[in-house]
């Protein structure tokens, strides 16, 4: 089973600012990465997927990069909607699908 | 406009059984793969079943195998878990997904808590 690990646990950032998340996974998933939001009480959202294309509805501000075992998912201004935790989802080896420990994403 | 809506959770002693429903709209049901992702209280997200559009293939986490049971009425647009032997680690909120490998729609979950 593929091990998806997020970092940091915790990342502060002021409204406005650059919010840059990463994703490592213990072995090779190409391209087969997904990242959601999670608000408290929500389901997740389906953010980015193919590890940089963006779900239908998706603003511009979010991107995600990276191939391989190396992602990053980038908030270019956060907003204050955006302060969530987020969860990044290899489905390279399926099944499992595996997700990582998440990224909180909280106000500075 | 798409709507998976779940049913079923509750609380139960260790043991038991539950049934979970997703009632599916919006969508043309038959045509995807559906599947069912965990989260326990506080903690992150855990993939357990999914189900071809037909019903015809079926996959389970290691966790779940040989207690769970995923299954899909296409008439009904509806999607079921069963659940035997459950256990206090099975306790979390249950989503029903879209699809099977990267899930663009979610429902708003139900919650099975396994306890005495």
Known sequence: EIVMTQSPATLSVSPGERATLSCRASQSVSSNLAWYQQKPGQAPRLLIYGASTRATGIPARFSGSGSGTEFTLTISSLQSEDFAVYYCQQYNNWPPGTFGQGTKVDIK | ?116
């Open chain 2, 1 to 116: 406009e798409v709507q998976l809506l779940e049913s079923g959770g509750g609380l139960v002693q260790p043991g038991g059984s539950l049934r979970l429903s997703c009632a599916v709209s919006g969508f043309t049901f038959s045509s995807y793969a559906m599947s069912w992702v965990r989260q326990a209280p506080g903690k992150g997200l855990e993939w357990v079943s999914a189900i071809s559009d037909s019903g015809g293939k079926i996959y389970y986490a290691d966790s779940v195998k040989g207690r769970f049971t995923i299954s899909r009425d296409n008439y009904k647009n509806t999607l079921y878990l069963q659940m035997n032997s459950l256990r206090a680690e099975d306790t979390a909120i249950y989503y029903c997904a879209k699809d099977r490998m990267v899930y663009e729609k979610w429902g708003q979950g139900t919650l099975v808590t396994v306890s005495s």
